[in-house]
């Protein structure tokens, strides 16, 4: 997991000591960061992140996280009903007019998974210079392969499932998407032990974003202040390592 905080950067911690409660909103919907166990709580590495955010800021008595659709995170924190959004809210200009953001957290890659019956020449991108590979029509991930690898022979599709299908079928050599769905979809029963991570991870802000932050209101500096000092805290010790790899088994990078 990419370090994102430098180790020897100290980021100042504000007074917390007048703050009533610190309320994470996230959803239910989105594993393995923020889903409901078979207990029916709320379980993920968004959730135990908030929780060992309010641990490292000694607030845990006064936190609370709470889930709601996606579609009604920003109306619930712009109307009061929480202080932060922890839910891989996107970082757009949009956003950003309404709202403040803490210092990324995760960056989420862009991968290859290559068939594993393809003959390439070799262990990297460079072995699928003239190849055949399979990317979404119209996403980031298609302008990223086409300005990343101009001499990878791009095959668009309009449906993810067809993608990977023709993968499978070894009709593409290789696939670039998403990294996240990438790895449990090449270590799961859909993958039936056809195709293995290739080469990467591959990281842009230009093409997939700032990465994963915390949305709290415009005003509230002091709680952005505060979580980027924890998040740097959790980096520094390793907390912030191991929360992913009980999430991500199967590793992003």
């Known amino acids: 997991m990419p370090v994102m905080f430098d180790v020897r950067e100290r980021l100042v911690r504000p007074d917390l000591s007048t703050l009533l409660r610190l309320r994470f909103l996230t959803t239910t919907d989105f ?29 845990e008595n006064r936190c609370q996280i709470q889930a709601l659709p996606y579609a009604e995170l920003e109306t619930a924190l712009a109307g009061d009903q929480g202080e932060a959004v922890i839910a891989g809210v996107a970082v757009t200009d949009r956003v950003r007019q309404r709202f403040a953001f803490s210092r990324p957290y995760m960056m989420l890659p862009a991968r290859f998974v290559r068939n594993k019956q393809a003959e390439l020449a070799g262990d990297d991108a460079r072995a699928l210079f003239g190849r ?40 593409v050599d290789a696939v670039f998407a998403d990294g996240l769905q990438l790895s449990f979809w090449a270590s799961g029963e859909a993958s039936a032990g056809c195709c293995a991570i290739f080469d990467g991870p591959y990281l842009s802000e230009r093409f997939l974003g700032e990465g994963l932050t915390i949305m709290v209101k415009k005003d509230d500096a002091t709680l952005v202040q505060a979580i980027d000092s924890a998040l740097a805290a959790l980096s520094h010790d390793g907390r912030l390592e191991e929360i992913y790899l009980r999430y991500f088994p199967y590793g992003l990078f």
């Not at 594993?31 to 929780?51: K, S, Y």
């Not at 392969?145 to 067809?162: E, M, N, Q, T």
């Open 31 to 59: 594993p393995p960061f923020n889903f409901t166990d078979q207990t029916g709580r709320l379980a993920g590495f968004h959730v135990e992140l908030a929780r060992a955010i309010c641990v490292e800021l000694g607030i």
């Open 132 to 171: 055949p590979v399979g990317v979404l029509t119209g996403t980031a991930y298609e302008a990223m392969l086409k300005s990343f690898f101009p001499d990878i022979r791009a095959v668009g599709f309009a449906d993810r499932a067809a993608m990977l299908e023709d993968l499978k079928q070894k009709k």
